[in-house]
């Protein structure tokens, strides 16, 4: 697919984290081969394959370790949990300048708030990750469709150039007039979705349980009362939407909270369930069983999975 307007023929694009979701649209940028993209890791690598259901992908990429290294590009792709972000500083410093633009490939809501003061002067584009990822190894990911796109951003010159970056990539990207919206229908199933999965060790197939469907869907309905009382436009039956969304990924699937507690890293509860349960107490609307969910989700962040989980 040839350069859109909105992309010029070759640009600078730095990858920081390279896990889930940085593997995959690292390795597929590099596929396309139509830009210089860099990952900046904390171990070396030289290659990253990309599992698809099309068949397997491998390409040689180049990898940065040291910031000190780094020099400010066109674009940075911000792919590291929501709690990593304060230890990126250093990598956004030097990768970022005023004429950067920085695309949070994050998780939550408030990205432009919580990157302004460590950007230097970037633009910064949310993003809503829909595709499903899982990191297999340091230089492999595996890539799922998780609907007709992949990303979704505000519709905007800003929003037009993220989607012209990925010319040339499987990668697709609605461009939307109701981003607000969309950030809150994607926070209610991660919100509830992440949080159960990872408190149950198990994959989706436990949003099959009868039992947990009902819980799952009475938390969605008081997510979604503060998303409206937030200004996004949910329907009446949102809940029930949402939780069709869960029942609909892959049983096989895991949710990113899920795969972070078994290797006993910290969970992205607070930028998941705590920004629902935050907004909520903005609003000043009740939302008792967030509450606890988010209680014994912080509660389970604290202390490892248990071994052979």
């Not at 979704?152 to 012209?164: L, R």
Request: aromatic residues 4%; neutral net charge; charged residues 20%.
């Amino acid at each position: 697919m040839p350069p859109t307007a909105a992309s010029p023929e070759r640009q600078r694009i730095a990858v920081i984290g390279l896990g889930s979701i940085g593997g995959v649209v690292a390795g597929l940028l590099a596929a396309a081969r139509r830009h210089d993209v860099t990952a900046c890791v904390k171990r070396p690598i030289e290659r990253m394959t990309v599992e698809r259901t099309e068949g397997a992908i491998e390409v040689p990429i180049r990898a940065l370790t040291d910031p000190s290294g780094a020099e400010p590009q066109d674009w940075v792709l911000l792919c590291t949990k929501v709690q990593d972000t304060a230890s990126s500083g250093p990598w956004l410093q030097r990768l970022c300048g005023p004429s950067t633009r920085v695309a949070a490939l994050q998780n939550g809501i408030g990205h432009i708030e919580r990157l302004a003061p460590s950007v230097s002067g970037a633009t910064v584009i949310p993003t809503i990750v829909y595709y499903n990822g899982e990191r297999l190894a340091a230089d492999r990911v595996r890539y799922r469709r998780g609907g007709e796109h992949d990303f979704a951003v505000a519709d905007g010159p800003d929003g037009q150039a993220f989607a012209a970056l990925l010319d040339g990539t499987p990668l697709r990207t609605l461009l939307s007039e109701d981003f607000r919206t969309l950030a809150w229908r994607k926070l209610l199933v991660n919100a509830v979705g992440n949080a159960v999965s990872a408190l149950t060790l198990q994959r989706n197939a436990v949003f099959r349980r009868d039992d947990v469907a009902a819980l799952c869907l009475a938390l969605l309905e008081e997510a979604a009362a503060v998303g409206r009382a937030d200004g996004a436009q949910l329907a009446t039956d949102e809940a029930a939407q949402s939780m069709a969304r869960l029942t609909a990924i892959p049983p096989d699937a895991g949710s990113s909270m899920y795969f972070d507690r078994l290797a006993g890293r910290p969970l992205e509860i607070d930028a998941l369930t705590g920004a629902v349960v935050e907004a909520a107490e903005r609003h000043g609307v009740p939302t008792p069983l967030l509450r606890m969910l988010l209680t014994l989700a912080r509660a389970a962040s604290a202390s490892p999975a248990p071994t052979g989980a």
